[in-house]
């Protein structure tokens, strides 16, 4: 830059060619730093990187046709075609990266149709921009090209700036920081630049070519910057971020396509078309992807909400699958005739494990849980479940002492009969069961009426184990 400002404070015949010399060295410069920072990078953000070292290089094809062009106009032309068609070609590679997103597959084609959408108003823009240079009013092209420049390069830093506001990640906020100042600081310097080259005959303003790539070298040569540290974007603004993006790039495009229509009616129509079937099927492909999460929530919701209440190893209901039925019932209070819980302990389980192994233990109490199933499902409204290590809870509303007693039963003498394989065949499993009755209008709490289960099968242990005791709890 140091360079430049020489050249433009010497002026001489070739101030503008020297000039442009600067320029297209400083951008040489800068795609160097870029492509060293991009082999840095970590793999998911190499493509970010690789449309920023496009972006510069076509920038850098501008200047170097403005440089070739000054060589035979030294007073400079005041709108080059080609230059113009790359400087188009350097802010789509810009909207491109804002669009960019590779987090899932789905989220990789939305983007695909936001940078087709940005591909389609880019082209727009440079049809637009071609009918001013070589149109009828291409006598007034000055101001309004000025004004069709600041449209892109403003809308280009306000992309990138909604991306950086919305980037969790800190390699992620690191390269949209760059390319957020880049842009801002291009499209207040070309803005400026273009209004006083029509004002003034002065060579000062080509200085401010040379700024944004100074500012995105500068910031490209910092080994560990890291933007906005304690910045973390909200869900609510990362949200944001996602949804105003598409729809703004969306927009401007209808906005080019609608100022095209002076220029060619039939191509505008057909824009305004594509743009809004690419906005659409983007919509739909995200609707679907988010119903079909939706889905795959509710199942896995299901999942979590029957694995919470469901043991493991039987597939029984676990204790808080049984308080949930118990505190059910007590809150019904339905069952005149009574209600049985009958709470079950398997015999010498220490012992078991310990001569046939843990495996063996398993397989003991998926036994037992088979079981007591087949009489649960015997029984109407009858819940079996697992309260903890080799303890069965067996729950009987509206059964009373002795059919829950025969029930239990039946259920201790099949157990014992057939014992699991691959046990040896006089293997023999017992348990001992403590059964517990409330008769009456007026339950005791939960933990009282399985206190008194507990207590009878303690009872049932003492008298000799491979038993069953029952008791009746009359209540007012």
Same mark, same amino acid.
């Given at each position: 830059m140091a360079g430049?400002?020489?050249?433009?404070?010497?002026?001489?015949?070739?101030?503008?060619?020297?000039?442009?010399?600067?320029?297209?060295? %400083?951008?040489?410069?800068?795609?160097?730093?870029?492509? =060293?920072?991009?082999?840095?990078?970590?793999?998911?953000?190499?493509?970010?990187?690789?449309?920023?070292?496009?972006?510069?290089?076509?920038?850098?094809?501008?200047?170097?046709?403005?440089?070739?062009?000054?060589?035979?106009?030294?007073?400079?032309?005041?709108?080059?075609?080609?230059?113009?068609?790359?400087?188009?070609?350097?802010?789509?590679?810009?909207?491109?990266?804002?669009?960019f997103d590779a987090a899932t597959p789905t989220v990789r084609w939305a983007s695909l149709g936001d940078i087709l959408t940005s591909i389609l108003s880019v082209g727009l823009f440079y049809v637009l921009l071609r009918a001013a240079i070589e149109g009828p009013m291409a006598a007034d092209s000055?101001?309004?090209?000025? =004004?069709?420049?600041?449209?892109?390069?403003?809308?280009?830093?306000?992309?990138?700036?909604?991306?950086?506001?919305? %980037?969790?990640?800190?390699?992620?906020?690191?390269?949209?920081?760059?390319?957020?100042?880049?842009?801002?600081t291009d499209a207040i310097a070309a803005a400026v630049h273009n209004r006083l080259v029509v004002a003034t005959d002065s060579y000062l303003p080509e200085l401010l070519l040379t700024l944004p790539m100074v500012v995105v070298g500068m910031l490209l040569s910092r080994r560990k910057a890291i933007w906005l540290r304690g910045f973390r974007p909200s869900l609510l603004q990362r949200r944001l971020s996602r949804m105003v993006r598409p729809f703004a790039l969306s927009l401007a495009t209808c906005f080019v396509a609608l100022a095209t229509a002076h220029v060619d009616k039939t191509l505008?129509?057909?824009?305004?078309?594509?743009?809004? %079937?690419?906005?659409?099927?983007?919509?739909?492909?995200?609707?679907?992807?988010?119903?079909?999460?939706?889905?795959?929530?509710?199942?896995? =919701?299901?999942?979590?909400?029957?694995?919470?209440?469901?043991?493991?190893?039987? !597939?029984?209901?676990n204790r808080r699958g049984l308080f949930h039925i118990l505190q059910r019932e007590y809150d019904a209070a339905r069952h005149p005739a009574g209600f049985s819980i009958a709470m079950i302990d398997v015999d010498h389980f220490k012992r078991f494990n310990d001569e046939y192994g843990h495996q063996a233990g398993d397989r003991c109490l998926v036994h037992v849980a088979r079981s007591l199933t087949q009489i649960a499902d015997a029984v109407p409204?009858?819940?079996?479940?697992?309260?903890? !290590?080799?303890?069965?809870?067996l729950?009987?509303?509206?059964?009373?002492?002795?059919?829950?007693?025969?029930?239990?039963?039946?259920?201790?003498?099949?157990?014992?009969?057939? #014992?699991?394989? #691959?046990l040896p065949p006089d293997t023999r499993i017992t348990f001992s069961a403590g059964l517990?009755?409330?008769? !009456?209008?007026?339950? #005791?709490?939960?933990?009282?009426?399985?206190?008194?289960?507990?207590?009878?099968?303690?009872?049932?242990?003492?008298?000799?184990?491979?038993?069953?005791?029952?008791?009746?709890?009359?209540?007012?």
């Open positions: 430049q400002c020489i050249a433009v404070l010497w002026a001489t015949e070739n101030t503008l060619f020297h000039s442009y010399v600067a320029v297209v060295t %400083t951008v040489a410069l800068a795609i160097l730093l870029c492509a =060293r920072r991009m082999s840095l990078a970590v793999k998911h953000n190499r493509p970010l990187w690789a449309l920023l070292l496009a972006s510069l290089a076509a920038k850098g094809v501008a200047f170097t046709l403005l440089l070739i062009d000054s060589t035979h106009h030294s007073e400079g032309t005041l709108v080059m075609v080609d230059p113009s068609f790359w400087f188009c070609v350097a802010g789509w590679f810009l909207i491109a990266a804002a669009s000055a101001v309004f090209l000025t =004004r069709l420049f600041d449209a892109l390069d403003g809308f280009v830093a306000a992309i990138v700036l909604l991306r950086f506001l919305g %980037t969790r990640r800190a390699d992620e906020r690191r390269f949209f920081g760059v390319v957020a100042a880049f842009t801002v505008a129509i057909r824009a305004l078309v594509a743009a809004l %079937t690419l906005f659409a099927g983007r919509n739909a492909l995200v609707v679907w992807y988010h119903l079909s999460a939706e889905d795959q929530m509710r199942v896995l =919701r299901r999942r979590l909400q029957h694995a919470a209440v469901h043991d493991p190893l039987t !597939g029984l209901l409204s009858c819940v079996v479940s697992r309260y903890g !290590g080799e303890e069965f809870v729950l009987f509303p509206g059964v009373t002492l002795e059919s829950a007693l025969l029930h239990v039963e039946r259920a201790r003498i099949e157990v014992a009969l057939a #014992p699991p394989s #691959p517990v009755t409330v008769e !009456g209008g007026r339950w #005791p709490p939960i933990d009282e009426l399985l206190r008194q289960a507990d207590s009878a099968v303690y009872a049932a242990k003492a008298e000799g184990r491979d038993r069953s005791v029952g008791a009746a709890l009359v209540t007012a």
